[in-house]
């Protein structure tokens, strides 16, 4: 998304949606541009998963002094696994993160076509690679390449933020997520209102009012 389109899509949402009109007005402003590290962005969500911010952070740091802030990816799939291991990851993540490396050195994935694939196949594309599933598919659409229209219905955070925020009575499925983007009319900015919404429940004191 360019300004422009950032602005289209925070007018069509104050529009659409009471709810999301009231953080966008006190909520810092949706501002995220296009990223190019593909491998690294995606290690990155790995490194993060299930973890607390300041955990995730501090795991980070250790692994990007150790291979790099673009990171060596054919240092990562020498190292030992035992040694990335003790950076803090699990052995898992281990796995994963090699398994990325691999996947980018190798070209197993068309990530240099990425910029002209609609969403579907990208994440059709990322999924191939060992332990990126589909909510890491979605982090990467949302955050490297910033497309416009995706909803991660899965995602823990975005089902207590529209708890919070819509005063629901339990945290909704992914079926409840989807109806009520469509009931409020997010798209085609999905993304955006998305942002919104986690920012409400990382920002101490942000709540909506009945709508």
Same mark, same amino acid.
């Given at each position: ?98 398994? =990325? +490396?691999?996947?980018? %050195?190798?070209?197993? *994935? ?5 910029? #002209? ?74 993304? =955006? +209102?998305?942002?919104? %919404?986690?920012?409400? *429940? ?5 709540? #909506?009012?009945?709508?």
């Amino acid at each position: 998304m360019n300004r422009k389109d950032i602005e289209k899509g925070i007018k069509h949402l104050r529009k659409n949606d009471k709810v999301l009109a009231n953080l966008i007005e006190i909520l810092p402003e949706y501002n995220y541009e296009p990223r190019t590290e593909y491998a690294s962005d995606l290690m990155t969500a790995i490194i993060s998963q299930q973890l607390s911010i300041k955990a995730a952070a501090t795991i980070e740091k250790r692994f990007v002094a150790k291979f790099g802030e673009v990171p060596d990816l054919s240092a990562i799939i020498d190292a030992d696994h035992q040694e990335i291991r003790e950076l803090g990851l699990s052995n898992a993540k281990v796995t994963y993160v090699k398994a =990325i +490396a691999q996947a980018f %050195l190798n070209e197993d *994935i068309h990530f240099h076509k990425f910029d #002209s694939m609609p969403d579907q196949d990208i994440i059709k594309e990322l999924v191939k690679i060992k332990g990126v599933g589909e909510w890491t598919a979605h982090m990467f659409l949302m955050f490297t390449l910033t497309r416009p229209n995706v909803l991660p219905t899965g995602d823990l955070g975005i089902k207590r933020a529209i708890m919070i925020n819509y005063e629901l009575p339990e945290m909704p499925d992914a079926k409840m997520v989807t109806q009520i983007s469509n009931d409020r009319g997010w798209a085609p900015f999905n993304t =955006i +209102a998305c942002s919104y %919404l986690w920012k409400s *429940i990382d920002t101490p004191g942000v709540g #909506s009012p009945k709508y």
